[in-house]
């Protein structure tokens, strides 16, 4: 079955920088648009950044844009997220998915596959 299991997350100084990652298992990785989305506690998950499968194409949420950057590695389905100049409101559990749709990556109902997410904590 698909399966994707994020890792890399942790507790990181305002200003600072993470990079998380999301090994997936299961499907065809290239065949797959992946995106990272998150959810502070109280709010709703919301999209921060996406990249087609062949990894040609990245989008990201205006909150992020400039600071984090997805990535992918065909060679070892993984997709990352590198996240630079942290700040509090970036706390949140974030977590990876999967979409066999090749637009619209930034819409939460195109994903089919999730997993189970990965607590970042900024502090001030």
């Known amino acids: 079955q698909v399966k994707l299991v994020e890792s890399g997350g942790g507790l990181v100084q305002d200003g600072g920088s993470l990079r998380v990652s999301c090994a997936a298992s299961?499907?065809?990785?290239?065949?797959?648009?992946m995106g990272w989305f998150r959810q502070a506690p109280g709010k709703e998950r919301e999209f921060v950044a996406a990249?087609?499968?062949?990894?040609?194409?990245?989008y990201y949420a205006d909150s992020v844009k400039g600071r984090f950057t997805v990535s992918r590695d065909n060679a070892k389905n993984t997709v990352y997220l590198q996240m630079n100049s942290l700040k509090p409101e970036d706390t949140a559990v974030y977590y990876c998915?999967?979409?066999?749709?090749?637009?619209?990556?930034?819409?939460?109902?195109?994903?089919?596959?999730w997993g189970q997410g990965a607590q970042v904590t900024v502090s001030s």
């Open positions: 299961g499907l065809t990785f290239p065949a797959y648009g």
């Open positions: 998915a999967a979409s066999a749709y090749t637009r619209y990556l930034g819409d939460q109902g195109k994903y089919g596959y």
């Open positions: 990249i087609t499968g062949s990894g040609g194409q990245t």
